[in-house]
Structures are given as structure tokens and as C-alpha cells.
């Protein structure tokens, strides 16, 4: 397997099968609009460019995918999809005074969309990049331990 496909796709050693890789973002997506919805998640008011909470869980999830040898493109559509659970709680919950129709399609504008993903490509990167690390630094810390003790 080349290195691209492996850095995108990930490789299967000691990673679950893909099919229960794929279940990560949308799960995310349920639980961080469960959470905003059931007030576990707060929004900080005002203008949010940002939500802390859904990008943390994101975020944690993705790294924990890296380290379990998932590819970047997976970190990248996780916090994207527990991004846009939070868009989805604020514009299908926290809107009641308009039309369900127009709060889909506030919820569905490319323009906000777009600013999502390029929040996940940063911060998916970001945690994968943490992720791997730690894969790294875990057999740097094998690998000493195994040369250094006395057989």
C-alpha cells in the first residue's frame, strides 16, 4: 500500500475493520446534537465561530481513530460530522419561531458548510497528527524497553 493511500486511508494493523470505523462520525454527529439538545453541551452566546464542546469531542475522537491506525481523511469527517451536529441542534432546535423548510435549508447553506470543513480540515489534521504521535512515542517506549531489559 502506498504511503498517500495509507496516510489517507489508514492501515488495518491492529485497527478494528473499517466498517466499525465508518460508525465514528455519525455517532458523533448523534451525540453532539444530543448533547447541545439536552443542555450536556453548552453554546458560549453571541457570535459562535467555534463550538468547544462538539470540536473537543471531535477532536478526542479523531486522535483516538489515529492512534488506532485510522487514516486522516476518517479524523477529518469526524470532527466534522460532531461540527455539524452542533449547527444542526442550533439551527433545528434553536430557531422555533421559523418554518421547519427554512431551517433545514439554513442548516444545508453551502456557505456555512464550507466554513465547518475547513474548521475539520484543521482540526482533524491537528488531532491526527496527535494521534500518530503518540502511536510513535508509544513504540519509541516498547521498543527502549524491550532492547533494555535483560533477557
Do not use: C, K
Amino acid at each position: 500500500m502506498s504511503l498517500a493511500r495509507r496516510v489517507l486511508l489508514g492501515s488495518n494493523r491492529n485497527a478494528p475493520p473499517r466498517r466499525l470505523q465508518l460508525l465514528v462520525p455519525p455517532l458523533l454527529f448523534l451525540v453532539s446534537f444530543a448533547a447541545y439538545a439536552l443542555g450536556i453541551f453548552a453554546h458560549a452566546g453571541g457570535v459562535v465561530f467555534l463550538a468547544v464542546d462538539a470540536a473537543a469531542l471531535g477532536v478526542l475522537a479523531a486522535a483516538v481513530l489515529a492512534y488506532r491506525r485510522a487514516g486522516i481523511a476518517l479524523a477529518w469527517v469526524s470532527v466534522y460530522a460532531a461540527l455539524v451536529g452542533s449547527n444542526a441542534d442550533h439551527y433545528l432546535l434553536g430557531l422555533p419561531d421559523r418554518p421547519l423548510g427554512e431551517r433545514v435549508a439554513a442548516l444545508l447553506e453551502l456557505d456555512g458548510l464550507v466554513f465547518v470543513g475547513v474548521e475539520a480540515l484543521a482540526l482533524g489534521t491537528l488531532a491526527w497528527i496527535a494521534g500518530r504521535g503518540a502511536v510513535s512515542a508509544v513504540d519509541l517506549v516498547r521498543a527502549r524497553s524491550r532492547d533494555g531489559s535483560p533477557e
